[in-house]
């Protein structure tokens, strides 16, 4: 199960996204494991649209709330509750909107369904090698981008300095770009940043240098 | 089929791997900034438009707030909007620590043998329950020399933190409950004050009433009269300043009054106690003389840094505890002896035993004989003079701490400040420290540094300092660049910082940068005490910033924060620039290497590199090797003990210090 997980989160972030929705779509009913590693999370969000953009044909007013909500769900990027916000899968239904005093906008409350990324302690993932430290060892797989593999839990890999930084070991080595599989040790929510810090191990079986 | 699972918090076992996330973060994030800022240089302009560094908190009734210029940037109603990109920020894990006195360390019951003893003064048995063995030694060596037939002078040379004072305080109780008569008075520094009392309070076995003439607020000679008259009418100890006690005995009033002050200070006791004794170890001073002029025999001198400067102000000190001491019949020979081993090397001949001739010689031999045997006979016959007087102590409660790391930095200047440093050497000595010390950490300081005294006063207010700091490129300054990065460093790893400095403008102008670029407060983040600051204050800024999850920095005035201060809260220690005096520094290291730190301490002396401070560096190393040779030396030691020994920044045991930011402004790094 592990390893199917693995190949589906490499082959996925090489599709485009519009063909990633329907192929997570198409996937999602013939595998319903893929809830252990994606979530489908039932939303509800407050879109807010300007005078400009209302119009009395009910096709614009409804594209008009669409992109406003995927612009919104791509900056705000991740939540704690939720994790790392993928897609919007389904559009449940557009609410009736209020008028804002003042201003003239309206607020059209949004109910949706939403694919989600979220680390749980224990997952396996892949990534790739961003840069490499006395310390350790900074990865990133799919939408996590800071994923931290200390130096003290790599204890049979040995730093090489210089111009190319590696960790070596006697039989593979970690360097820039290099693919890895590794196993979610703990994680935090930065708030901030809006996004996950995990702490990796290589420690256990198929781990390590892909 | 959704589900949805809670984070679950282990603090076993991770949290040194989420501290070496933040570290390895913030080093990756500081070799970022670098590469920013070298391309800033091109575009000069763009630099001033930088808006505020935005660190967002999100208030619920607020909406975003920026914790460090207060701005609401998006309002609790519109938070459903764009995101711009944040800042990033680490967390900082915060570890409680607890000032732990070092008396308050029960090492069980200690048997009192009756060797101990040399007469019928005996340590009170709740005192010997809690007393090291070396504050045994030392109390039968008070003994034996305060207390028979012929009493003399002692100096008790023990290091800082190795419990003198509850010594002394047991002593002077069993010594009044065998002489009631006796009158103690204890010289001492007035900011230490307060600690005295309070160990007095803590260990005393029955009452005996403390008086000193600045909790009464006794400030005219009538009032200290009444307060002189009433520590002469019944048992008790008074307490004096230095200061103080030099302007009574040397004023000039002549009127009945300050002289009869002045007798019953120079009568009166007969138990003479200088805590931290050092300070009258200069002959052409007021306190000296004044306190050579008291009568009684028994003086005792306590210091953890006997020796400062030279040999002969050990000398000068150890003529005040025992009164021509190199003429006594006991001293005598050895001092001849001595002479004869060093004449033999000088081009002086030299007939008789004079004072100075004496103590230059031995000091010119410790330092720069090449001879080793001639060296080590002078050592010991330097030891042997002393030894029934002088007690020493190197003090190894100090090794039941995790560790101290003690650097020399020695780092490259930039551009700017090389062509400054060009003009300062034709100024004389002081003005040469005053102004370099400002210019290494600044060049914008320089012109600040170089203005008089009442101008400088002006320029050191809060307003001057900031319209200074808007236009400045910190990485100009090498000591205020190395000194940014080392806080945030220590900062991501959950340390404070100590930045100590001789002078105010350095200090006032690092405190206004952080204050302007990271948004820090003083008295939240950043806390600073010198000399002006009050008791107070003092004890207020110590306490917070050793308890607070807040407190980052501290900077401190080296001399005002010499004594009574305990700063363990920090563990990493920046000295700005090199004072001549290496017990100065000493002292403020102890402030956080003592008994209650909890974690290893570096201390950073930072060196400008190709400048005059270098051969301020290594004179003052000299004379932190002569009290080495003269107290530690044995036969087993070699010439490599007591050298700098410079070490490669990979094996330097910090990981701090090896960020390529802050290693490549590195020239030279010793250590101790």
């Known amino acids: 199960m592990r390893a199917w997980a693995w190949r589906r989160t490499a082959f996925l972030r090489n599709v485009p996204a519009l063909l990633r929705m329907v192929l997570m779509q198409r996937e999602a009913s013939t595998y319903r494991q893929s809830a252990m590693v994606f979530l489908k999370v039932d939303m509800s969000w407050n879109v807010l649209i300007s005078p400009s953009e209302l119009s009395p044909k009910g096709l614009l007013l409804r594209k008009a709330v669409i992109v406003s909500l995927l612009e919104e769900i791509a900056n705000r990027k991740a939540s704690k509750d939720h994790g790392y916000y993928i897609a919007v899968s389904e559009l449940k239904a557009i609410s009736e909107g209020k008028v804002r005093e003042l201003t003239g906008d309206v607020l059209f409350p949004v109910t949706f369904t939403c694919i989600t990324q979220k680390p749980t302690k224990g997952e396996i993932l892949v990534g790739s090698v961003d840069k490499i430290l006395k310390h350790g060892v900074f990865l990133k797989s799919g939408p996590i981008e800071s994923i931290f593999l200390s130096e003290k839990t790599l204890s049979d890999y040995k730093y090489i300095g210089g111009e190319n930084p590696m960790f070596m070991n006697d039989h593979s080595k970690l360097e820039k770009d290099t693919a890895v599989r590794f196993k979610v040790m703990g994680f935090r929510w930065m708030e901030a940043d809006r996004q996950f810090q995990i702490l990796a191990t290589l420690a256990g079986d198929y781990l390590g240098p892909l | ?672």
């Open chain 2, 1 to 672: 089929m959704i589900e949805e699972e809670k984070p679950v918090k282990e603090s076993d076992g991770l949290e040194d791997l989420w501290k070496d996330f933040s570290l390895a973060a913030e080093c990756t994030k500081l070799d970022t900034n670098e590469d920013m800022s070298n391309e800033k240089d091109v575009d000069d302009e763009n630099e001033m438009d930088d808006d505020c560094n935005h660190d967002i908190r999100i208030h619920e009734d607020l909406g975003h707030v920026c914790r460090i210029c207060g701005m609401i940037v998006r309002k609790a109603e519109t938070i459903i909007d764009y995101q711009w990109k944040k800042a990033s920020r680490t967390r900082t894990n915060y570890y409680e620590s607890r000032s732990k006195d070092a008396d308050d360390i029960d090492t069980g019951a200690v048997k009192v043998s009756e060797d101990f003893i040399v007469s019928d003064i005996a340590i009170h048995p709740r005192h010997a329950k809690q007393m090291r063995p070396h504050q045994l030694e030392g109390f039968s060596f008070l003994v034996k020399n305060l207390v028979g037939d012929k009493p003399g002078g002692c100096i008790l040379a023990h290091a800082p933190g190795s419990g003198k004072t509850f010594m002394l305080i047991s002593f002077i109780q069993s010594f009044l409950a065998k002489y009631p008569s006796a009158r103690p008075l204890v010289v001492l520094p007035k900011g230490i004050l307060g600690t005295w009392k309070r160990e007095f309070q803590r260990w005393q076995v029955e009452d005996i009433p403390l008086y000193d003439f600045y909790s009464v607020k006794a400030d005219k000679r009538t009032e200290q009269l009444e307060v002189l008259k009433s520590w002469e009418a019944r048992m008790s100890i008074l307490f004096l300043g230095y200061k103080q006690f030099s302007r009574i005995i040397c004023g000039d009033g002549d009127g009945n009054i300050a002289a009869a002050c002045r007798d019953r200070l120079l009568m009166v006791p007969n138990l003479l106690i200088l805590d931290e004794g050092h300070t009258p170890r200069n002959r052409e001073t007021d306190v000296l003389a004044s306190l050579k002029r008291v009568q009684t025999p028994r003086k005792v001198v306590l210091s953890g840094t006997l020796f400062q400067n030279h040999v002969s102000e050990v000398f000068n000190i150890l003529d005040l505890v025992r009164p021509k001491f190199l003429k006594m019949e006991s001293s005598r020979p050895i001092a001849r002896r001595i002479m004869s081993q060093v004449a033999i090397s000088g081009i002086r001949s030299l007939k008789g035993v004079h004072d100075s001739a004496f103590t230059e010689s031995v000091e010119d031999t410790l330092l720069n004989d090449d001879n080793f045997t001639r060296k080590s006979h002078v050592i010991r016959s330097l030891r042997e003079l002393t030894k029934d007087v002088l007690h020493y102590y190197k003090g190894d409660i100090l090794d039941e701490l995790p560790g101290l790391v003690d650097f020399s930095v020695f780092l490259k200047l930039s551009t700017k400040q090389k062509e400054i440093v060009h003009k300062i050497e034709a100024y004389e000595k002081f003005k040469r420290s005053a102004v370099g010390t400002a210019l290494y950490i600044h060049p914008c300081l320089s012109e600040i540094s170089e203005g008089d005294a009442a101008d400088r006063a002006t320029n050191l207010t809060d307003a001057t300092v900031d319209s200074l700091i808007e236009s400045i490129i910190i990485k100009d300054g090498v000591k205020a660049k190395f000194f940014f990065n080392i806080l945030s460093l220590a900062n991501s790893a959950g340390e404070k910082l100590l930045a100590f400095s001789q002078y105010i403008l350095p200090m006032k102008f690092l405190e206004r940068l952080l204050v302007k670029r990271l948004g820090w407060h003083v008295g939240k983040e950043i806390f600073m005490i010198s000399g002006d600051t009050s008791a107070d204050d003092r004890e207020v800024a110590m306490d917070q910033f050793n308890n607070s999850a807040d407190a980052k920095v501290l900077f401190g005035s080296i001399k005002a924060c010499g004594e009574g201060i305990s700063l363990v809260g920090a563990s990493r220690v920046i000295i700005l620039d090199v004072h001549l005096n290496p017990s100065v520094t000493r002292q403020a290291i102890g402030r956080a290497f003592r008994p209650g730190q909890q974690k290893k301490v570096f201390v950073y002396r930072l060196v400008a590199a190709d400048s005059p401070e270098v051969k301020f560096h290594e004179t003052a190393f000299k004379k932190e090797v002569i009290p080495k040779l003269w107290f530690e030396w044995s036969e087993l030691c070699t010439t490599e003990d007591f050298k700098l020994n410079q070490v490669d920044i990979d094996d330097s045991e910090d990981e701090l210090l090896e960020a390529n930011a802050i290693r490549q402004d590195i020239k030279a790094l010793y250590r101790r």
